[in-house]
């Protein structure tokens, strides 16, 4: 599989990350293109991967091309592209670029989908929300390319803005309660760099059991013995309705979703 990744930013770069990872069977040939050719240099050096010459040659090289570049260059990238695509699938991974402008952005019967990734891609372990478009037969290859990096969730476009809230933003908000508990930690006397270490070795391996699991009330179950400190702290957030500040944060993040439809 040969992938062209139009774009060299931050998500771009994640995904070569991902799928340059020591190991990975079946990893992708990988290709970048980017008006900033520094960028596109910059993301092949670190992933093995090489740089397009040009736009035309990076998607004549691929067998499934990426548009990895900001939302407000989509419209401009799917005209120069379109000609030029045949029966390679397309797939935009642009936050708020919905599968109607990608479709009106390119000829009739092109195959085109959407996929909304995040950052931990690049360590194999990302989640992408899948809207299958009009990839028709391509539908497959690109589930399984992108099931290299992560989980492949195929869901309705309907319900993207509410599942980017909970996925795409969870390494973000997360990243606030970890460094909250490291906080509280220094606020009890730690050392701020033992805090952060625990904080940040815990949820990690907090992350890894839930995963392992897949089921967070038996976690819960397992970790709040009746009388214990993992049973009183939990008492505490829940009496200040953590779990209401949380919708009200899916909310948020959702609605900023849909503005930037």
């Known amino acids: 599989m040969r992938v062209g990744l139009i774009g060299a930013g931050h998500m771009a770069h994640a995904l070569g990350q991902g799928w340059s990872r020591a190991g990975l069977v079946g990893a992708p040939a990988l290709s970048f293109f980017d008006i900033s050719p520094g960028a596109a240099a910059h993301a ?58 990608l479709r009106e952005g390119v000829e009739e ?26 990839l028709g037969e391509s539908r497959s290859a690109v589930e399984e390319v992108f099931a290299l990096c992560g989980e492949v969730v195929p869901l309705s476009e309907t319900d993207f803005d509410s599942a980017t809230a909970v996925a795409g933003c969870m390494p973000g908000i997360l990243a606030v309660l970890v460094g909250d508990f490291a906080r509280a930690g ?59 500040t949380i919708k009200l944060a899916v909310r948020a993040a959702a609605e900023r979703a849909k503005e930037l439809t």
């Open 44 to 101: 092949a050096a670190d992933t093995g991967a090489v740089v397009a010459p040009t736009l035309a040659q990076l998607i004549e090289d691929a067998d499934v091309v990426i548009v990895a570049v900001r939302p407000q260059h989509v419209a401009e990238v799917l005209a120069e592209v379109s000609p030029l695509l045949g029966p390679r699938p397309l797939v935009s991974v642009a936050a708020g670029v919905s599968m109607r402008e």
């Open 109 to 134: 019967g092109a195959r085109v989908g959407r996929i909304m990734p995040n950052v931990p891609a690049a360590l194999g372990l990302g989640v992408f929300l899948f809207v299958p478009g009009t």
């Open 186 to 244: 220094v606020a009890r006397g730690l050392d701020e760099d033992v805090a952060r270490r625990l904080a940040v070795a815990a949820v990690h391996g907090a992350a890894a059991v839930i995963a392992r699991d897949g089921d967070p009330d038996a976690v819960i179950a397992a970790a709040a013995t009746p009388g214990g400190m993992t049973a009183a702290a939990i008492a505490a957030l829940r009496e200040r309705e953590i779990a209401e």
